[in-house]
């Protein structure tokens, strides 16, 4: 699908976009079709069919939500002149490691939420063990698909393994996870915050980047991998920021999930930390920084990557 975008004179980097600011690019809706019929099929192959556990493992990994993580890799890879049928299971894959993530954070030992993206979370409409077993699953399943990919070598693709299991382990979203869960109810400094969530949600958005530019087989250059990777921090911490903002301003019906669930819980968040209108000017300034790491892109066409950016400061859920 086919769109325009056009940038503002240099210095402000503001896009002007012919849209809804709070509405998806729109190639978005194209890109979740093809994401959601590869989801269909992976998860078809690696389980067994109409078991309980297969149909907790639908319920979480097909109940919708916005896929930002695989857009973002097919955007990437489309950036780099790679199709999206050679990216379309990388992008997938990291889709399944934030399914098993939400799957797991929603538990009553963790977050005990009761919706995630306007239905029951899946130990609601399952149970506690069915939920723990289906995350567990779907974790696996990320790298199950990624090592049965036939067109990348061996190599390339061990390290797109490593890439995304370090990001999404104890060094990574996990990590992130775990300085959240022990956050809860102290006064921490806006260093702590950031740091926390440059793991819990920014480590896979960075893996999303970077799967999908490698898989352009070529070697990248360093102002290549150092753009993206500045780019991805920018709109990882800016994803979570709006998350936070949207937590306060929001209302369950259009969130989805529980409004208020953070301040319920006492957890420090960048409202709470800069106010409302310190947030909101994070938010911008983070925005300002991802279009300044794309436009070092020289010669790759990063126009849906700066749309997404764009996006995720406006969205209304």
């Given at each position: ?149 036939e067109h990348i070598s061996a190599d390339h693709k061990l390290n797109m393994i490593k890439l995304l299991a370090k990001s999404s382990g104890a060094t990574g979203m996990v990590l992130g996870q775990a300085i959240d869960f022990d956050a809860v109810g102290k006064n921490i400094t806006l ?127």
């Amino acid at each position: 699908m086919k769109y325009r975008l056009r940038l503002s004179p240099r210095k402000s980097n503001h896009i002007i976009v012919s849209m809804p600011l709070s509405a998806p690019p729109l190639f978005f809706e194209s890109f979740r079709t093809e994401i959601d019929d590869a989801l269909k099929t992976i998860i078809a192959t690696h389980t067994a069919q109409e078991s309980r556990l297969s149909k907790a493992i639908q319920y979480s990994a097909l109940s919708g939500g916005k896929r930002i993580r695989p857009i973002l890799t097919l955007s990437t890879a489309q950036c780099f002149g790679v199709p999206t049928e050679k990216a379309i299971i990388p992008a997938c894959s990291v889709e399944l490691i934030h399914a098993y993530s939400l799957i797991h954070d929603d538990l009553p030992a963790m977050d005990n939420d009761d919706l995630r993206r306007g239905l029951p979370t899946c130990h609601k409409q399952f149970d506690d063990a069915t939920a723990i077993l289906a995350g567990d699953a779907i974790q696996s399943m990320a790298f199950e698909a990624l090592a049965s990919i036939e067109h990348i070598s061996a190599d390339h693709k061990l390290n797109m393994i490593k890439l995304l299991a370090k990001s999404s382990g104890a060094t990574g979203m996990v990590l992130g996870q775990a300085i959240d869960f022990d956050a809860v109810g102290k006064n921490i400094t806006l260093s702590i915050l950031e740091h926390m969530h440059r793991h819990k949600t920014g480590a896979l958005i960075e893996a999303s980047i970077l799967l999908g530019a490698h898989c352009h087989e070529s070697p990248l250059s360093e102002i290549e991998i150092s753009a993206l990777k500045q780019y991805a921090n920018a709109i990882g911490l800016a994803f979570q920021v709006q998350d936070d903002i949207l937590d306060v301003v929001s209302d369950t019906q259009t969130l989805g999930k529980m409004q208020g669930a953070d301040a319920a819980l006492n957890k420090p968040t960048y409202p709470s930390l800069l106010g409302l209108d310190g947030a909101r000017k994070k938010l911008q300034s983070l925005h300002d920084t991802a279009l300044d790491a794309l436009s070092k892109l020289s010669g790759r066409d990063s126009t849906a990557l700066a749309q997404i950016s764009q996006f995720i400061i406006n969205r209304s859920q």
